[in-house]
């Protein structure tokens, strides 16, 4: 794991414990409420488990109605600052959250966020949908992996092979299809990432 900030040298299992028992008790007046607190937890973290803390507020089931479209900038802070995968996907999963309640608002943001210059916001603009399995939306899949094509980034050609091996569990036909057709296009490394969970049958 690269990273500037240090550890305490806490287990995921134990982090996740601690913020259990830290925040169970937690009550906030508004969602803006609950969003400061998430960030000035973020933003005030010294070890990475303090950022992982945050993260767990953010995601904890009982401020689900507070993960709106309006909280995305909050979002975005996040990943553009945390800029590593361990944080990024975590918060990828609640993008993908706001996006299944709130498809007419978030498509657009992730159409744009696949195209802008940070490459942690590409990121999960592929990879918002990891969970959706046969609802997701095909089209924007395609429309957020295109532009990435000839981004030979390692995390770029990850998520596009992560995104393409998660929806094969559902049609895996046409996981091999847009494989067939993207060849000359897509790294070894998602090429290989895609195919995973598709038959050799249909490759």
């Known amino acids: 794991m ?8 806490l287990k995921q299992p134990q982090v996740r414990a601690i913020s ?6 937690e009550r906030y007046a508004s ?14 973290a010294t070890f990475r488990e303090e950022r992982y803390a945050a993260l767990m507020l953010a995601a904890d ?17 996040m990943i553009t600052t945390g800029a590593w995968w361990d944080y990024v996907d975590e918060v990828a999963h609640l993008v993908g959250q706001m996006l299944r309640s709130f498809p007419a608002q978030m498509k ?6 696949s195209t802008d210059e940070n490459m942690w916001k590409r990121r999960v603009s592929i990879i918002c949908q990891i969970s959706f399995k046969g609802q997701t939306d095909l089209a924007l899949l395609y429309a957020n992996i295109d ?16 995104a393409l091996r998660a929806y094969a569990w559902t049609d ?18 998602s090429r290989r990432e895609a195919l995973k969970n598709v038959p050799t049958a249909l490759r």
Request: net charge positive; hydrophobic share 40%; glycine share 4%.
């Open 2 to 9: 690269k990273s500037v900030m240090p550890y305490h040298g």
């Open 20 to 25: 259990r028992r830290v925040f169970a008790d």
């Open 31 to 44: 969602c803006r409420h609950w969003q400061e607190a998430v960030l000035t937890i973020w933003r005030h």
């Open 61 to 77: 089931k009982r401020f689900v109605h507070c993960r709106t479209p309006e909280s995305l900038p909050a979002f975005e802070e």
């Open 108 to 113: 657009p943001e992730m159409r744009a966020w």
């Open 147 to 162: 532009p990435n094509l000839a981004d030979r980034r390692f995390f770029i050609r990850k998520a596009i092979g992560w």
């Open 172 to 189: 895996p036909s046409e996981v091999a299809r847009y494989v067939r057709e993207h060849e000359h296009l897509l790294s070894g490394l």
